[in-house]
């Protein structure tokens, strides 16, 4: 099992900054793969970035150059700096811990951009 547990969403003005912390704690294997995703009212679940163990990372297209995916092994700890915030990017932000054998979830952290 693993747990996940979000921190750092809140309200910001567009524009502004903020920054998500994911720790993840109980059996942590290598080679995992951390990401964040979101969910806004009425929409689904979508990928916002995602970084591998070598710290390949992968992102939307609506975040690049915006959002920064980062990740230190030694905390088991992922990171999303996100920057130029717009409105739209208003959602339940939801970490994730994947590996082959199970994928597990955070319980989310609300995220409102302001206009």
């Known amino acids: 099992q693993v747990q996940l547990v979000e921190s750092g969403g809140g309200l910001v003005q567009a524009g502004g900054s903020l920054r998500l912390s994911c720790v993840a704690s109980g059996s942590i294997f290598s080679g995992n793969t951390m990401a964040w995703y979101r969910q806004a009212p009425g929409k689904q679940r979508e990928l916002v970035a995602r970084i591998v163990s070598d710290n390949n990372s992968v992102y939307a297209d609506s975040v690049k150059g915006r959002f920064t995916i980062s990740r230190d092994n030694a905390k088991n700890t992922v990171y999303l700096k996100m920057n130029s915030l717009k409105p739209e990017d208003t959602a339940v932000y939801y970490c994730?811990?994947?590996?082959?054998?199970?994928?597990?979830w955070g319980q989310g952290t609300q995220v409102t951009v302001s206009s």
């Open positions: 994730n811990y994947w590996t082959t054998q199970a994928s597990y």
